[in-house]
């Protein structure tokens, strides 16, 4: 029995033919058996396209309709006039505006140092030897931690409080790139949702382009504009527990690690590595039932740091415990970073540590333009891919390779 004969209702459910109908509307369910159907199969050839494609805008199905729908709207907007492409700032343009503070002056002139582009890389340094002579003012604080540690979040609590008494920020996060698609998300800024409104702050996310190193090269030299720029306070957020470690440590003050609670015994914090080159170490997250596994913690990395020798600096790295989502325990660290300063700069390893980073820095550059000037070359290329085949054929091995390309 139809749902309709259940009620008492004809089984073409209630329509506006019906003598007492519910509704002024058909609800005429469409039938799909042959013997159920108002028109023949053999009459819907000769029905009209409309009707052909719709029958249940056949008079036989009374007040049903079917909307023929809209237009496809354009894929691009027809309103949209293309943009002309800007030209290329001069290298005196860029930094006279740097050296006013001009934000947007200082993102191209990083733009710029980032890409690849011969006549970008022509710009870009001489912006930098120009900007060079008003540098080296700021504290340069590397921050680094393990993945889902909260650097992005504690970046944003500790900016604050270092603008809360004067001065301008900037901050360097380096954002990791895929290794299958190249690209980079550059997220760690909406993280930092306080900071990046704020009129004294600068953020700039750059991917790590799969060159940890290269990066890293870069990162320094937007360093010294964004120095030039009046910026005295400058964060180089890492791309976590990694090679890029190494790289960040050798331009940077302070190195800061961030750890968290449970993620390992002493032993995990005997083993060289990251601790070596931490100048001060922060548990986060101690806030709420979490507090005594941060205070185990540190005192965990306590007793681990009494094994390692002494630092160069003489400092001996301190071990707090803070939470940055709930912003506890802030103005300890940040105490903590003051007193390393003048430790630092009263013992003269300051001065010492900037002449040894620089001195780095010149063989690292040397390195990287040999490698671009070698692979570059095209009189090499082809016998670049000659040899190629010869190791891929076992015809070479990879060392002898190697050898007679570089003579």
């Given at each position: 029995m139809a749902r309709g004969e259940a009620r008492g209702l004809p089984s073409g459910g209630l329509c506006a033919a019906t003598p007492g109908a519910v509704r002024a509307t058909t609800r005429c369910p469409l039938p799909t058996h042959p013997d159920l159907l108002p028109i023949s199969p053999e009459t819907l050839p000769k029905?009209?396209?409309?009707?052909?494609?719709?029958?249940e805008n056949s008079p036989e199905y009374v007040g049903l309709t079917v909307n023929a729908g809209v237009a496809q709207p354009p894929s691009v907007n027809p309103y949209l006039k293309p943009r002309r492409?800007?030209?290329?700032?001069?290298?005196?343009?860029?930094?006279e505006g740097i050296l006013k503070g001009d934000v947007t002056r200082l993102a191209r002139a990083v733009t710029l140092i980032e890409s690849v582009a011969p006549q970008?890389?022509?710009?870009?340094?001489?912006?930098?030897?120009?900007?060079?002579?008003?540098?080296?003012?700021?504290?340069?604080?590397?921050?680094?931690?393990?993945?889902?540690?909260?650097?992005?979040?504690?970046?944003?609590?500790?900016?604050?409080?270092?603008?809360?008494?004067?001065?301008?920020?900037?901050?360097?996060?380096?954002?990791?790139?895929?290794?299958?698609?190249?690209?980079?998300?550059?997220?760690d800024k909406t993280r930092m949702e306080k900071l990046a409104v704020h009129p004294n702050a600068f953020i700039r996310p750059s991917p790590s382009a799969g060159s940890l190193g290269g990066v890293a090269r870069k990162t320094r030299e937007t360093i010294v504009l964004c120095e030039a720029a009046g910026f005295d306070n400058v964060f180089v957020e890492t791309v976590g527990v990694g090679q890029s470690e190494t790289a960040v440590h050798s331009m940077v003050d302070f190195f800061l690690l961030i750890q968290l609670a449970g993620t390992g015994d002493e032993l995990q914090g005997i083993k060289r590595g990251i601790m070596e080159m931490a100048d001060g170490i922060v548990i986060n997250k101690a806030d709420g039932d979490?507090?005594?596994?941060?205070?185990?913690?540190?005192?965990?990395?306590?007793?681990?740091?009494?094994?390692?020798?002494?630092?160069?600096?003489?400092?001996?790295?301190?071990?707090?415990t803070y939470s940055g989502y709930f912003e506890l325990g802030i103005p300890e660290v940040w105490d903590m970073i003051d007193r390393y300063f003048h430790?630092?700069?009263?013992?003269?390893?300051?001065?010492?540590?900037?002449?040894?980073?620089?001195?780095?820095?010149?063989?690292?550059?040397?390195?990287?333009?040999?490698?671009?000037?070698?692979?570059?070359?095209?009189?090499?290329?082809?016998l670049i891919a000659e040899t190629e085949r010869k190791v891929l054929d076992n015809r070479l091995s990879p060392f002898a390779a190697a050898q007679l390309l570089l003579k």
């Amino acid at each position: 029995m139809a749902r309709g004969e259940a009620r008492g209702l004809p089984s073409g459910g209630l329509c506006a033919a019906t003598p007492g109908a519910v509704r002024a509307t058909t609800r005429c369910p469409l039938p799909t058996h042959p013997d159920l159907l108002p028109i023949s199969p053999e009459t819907l050839p000769k029905l009209n396209p409309t009707v052909e494609k719709h029958p249940e805008n056949s008079p036989e199905y009374v007040g049903l309709t079917v909307n023929a729908g809209v237009a496809q709207p354009p894929s691009v907007n027809p309103y949209l006039k293309p943009r002309r492409r800007q030209p290329l700032p001069s290298a005196a343009d860029l930094v006279e505006g740097i050296l006013k503070g001009d934000v947007t002056r200082l993102a191209r002139a990083v733009t710029l140092i980032e890409s690849v582009a011969p006549q970008h890389q022509a710009i870009a340094q001489e912006v930098i030897e120009k900007c060079l002579p008003y540098s080296g003012h700021s504290r340069r604080i590397g921050i680094t931690g393990v993945p889902g540690a909260g650097k992005s979040t504690s970046i944003d609590v500790f900016g604050l409080h270092v603008l809360k008494d004067g001065g301008k920020l900037a901050v360097l996060a380096i954002d990791p790139s895929s290794e299958r698609t190249q690209g980079s998300i550059l997220g760690d800024k909406t993280r930092m949702e306080k900071l990046a409104v704020h009129p004294n702050a600068f953020i700039r996310p750059s991917p790590s382009a799969g060159s940890l190193g290269g990066v890293a090269r870069k990162t320094r030299e937007t360093i010294v504009l964004c120095e030039a720029a009046g910026f005295d306070n400058v964060f180089v957020e890492t791309v976590g527990v990694g090679q890029s470690e190494t790289a960040v440590h050798s331009m940077v003050d302070f190195f800061l690690l961030i750890q968290l609670a449970g993620t390992g015994d002493e032993l995990q914090g005997i083993k060289r590595g990251i601790m070596e080159m931490a100048d001060g170490i922060v548990i986060n997250k101690a806030d709420g039932d979490n507090i005594e596994r941060a205070k185990l913690a540190q005192a965990q990395f306590r007793s681990a740091l009494r094994l390692f020798p002494t630092p160069p600096s003489g400092w001996t790295p301190e071990v707090l415990t803070y939470s940055g989502y709930f912003e506890l325990g802030i103005p300890e660290v940040w105490d903590m970073i003051d007193r390393y300063f003048h430790f630092v700069k009263e013992n003269g390893y300051f001065e010492r540590r900037r002449l040894n980073q620089a001195r780095y820095w010149m063989y690292e550059t040397i390195d990287s333009e040999l490698r671009r000037r070698f692979y570059d070359d095209p009189d090499r290329a082809s016998l670049i891919a000659e040899t190629e085949r010869k190791v891929l054929d076992n015809r070479l091995s990879p060392f002898a390779a190697a050898q007679l390309l570089l003579k």
